[in-house]
């Protein structure tokens, strides 16, 4: 039952990942708020583990769960990456609401485990 669970959690997050890397990435300048963020805090995680933000040093899939699980991954990493590709305006990195957002997104994916 759990792996069909988790199959139809990645099935939906694979395919909701393609409305997310299509967003258009923020104009830099631009005075942006809250509401007009490119990208909702499960897009990010989204992105992440389909590996659009692998070149500004974030892990993809496994190796994203794995180091979030173990605290060498922050919810602020991956708001810099955003940041720094223009997804999301530089007023993200303090906006401590969409953090802790990003940052429960993280917790929500499984954990590693040996026994698969």
């Not at 139809?8 to 005075?31: E, M, N």
């Not at 942006?32 to 040093?57: C, H, I, W």
């Amino acid at each position: 039952m759990r792996k069909w669970l988790v199959a139809g959690i990645s099935a939906f997050v694979a395919t909701s990942g393609l409305l997310a890397a299509t967003l258009v990435p923020a104009k830099a300048g631009d005075r942006m708020e809250k509401a007009d963020y490119n990208v909702t805090p499960f897009e990010l995680v989204s992105l992440a583990r389909q590996g659009t933000l692998s070149d500004e040093g974030i892990p993809s899939y496994a190796a994203l769960n794995s180091r979030f699980h173990q605290g060498e991954l922050h919810a602020k990493d991956l708001v810099e990456a955003a940041v720094e590709t223009g997804r999301l305006p530089d007023a993200a990195m303090n906006d401590e609401e969409y953090l802790a957002s990003v940052e429960m997104q993280l917790e929500s994916l499984e954990r590693p485990s040996d026994n698969d």
